[in-house]
């Protein structure tokens, strides 16, 4: 299973980007896809999650990093394998290497297993 990640790039401070995520392999079914991020001397960090049922946002809190509330908005196509998350209103601490993450299931029997994307690098600034 690979994940490609794409769509990062450079941005000015209130600008918008879309970060594209499409797993590829042997897959049965993903369970959760979500996106991190990890600034430079900084620890990888949950940005956002979504989970399989309806392709529906969690309604907990904990589904997008209280930074990002409001801003970002996490969507997937599971026809297409894909998550996808949208950046707004791009603030200078938002720039990081973007990682998204699936949790593939390979079987109808098996337990799912983590998978991550490469990364793509987002830079706001002016």
């Known amino acids: 299973v690979q994940l490609q990640a794409s769509g990062g790039g450079w941005v000015q401070p209130g600008g918008s980007l879309r970060l594209s995520c499409t797993a590829s392999?042997?897959?049965?079914?993903?369970?959760?896809m979500g996106w991190y991020r990890q600034a430079p001397g900084k620890q990888r960090e949950l940005v956002a999650l979504i989970s399989s049922a309806d392709s529906i946002a969690y309604a907990d809190s904990t589904a997008y990093a209280d930074s990002v509330k409001g801003r970002f908005t996490i969507s997937r196509d599971n026809a297409k394998n894909t998550v996808y998350l949208q950046l707004s209103g791009l603030k200078p601490e938002d720039t990081a290497v973007y990682y998204c993450?699936?949790?593939?299931?390979?079987?109808?029997?098996?337990?799912?297993?983590?998978?991550w994307g490469q990364g793509t690098l987002v830079t706001v600034s002016s």
């Open positions: 392999g042997s897959i049965f079914s993903i369970d959760v």
């Open positions: 993450r699936a949790d593939v299931r390979r079987s109808s029997r098996s337990l799912s297993t983590t998978y």
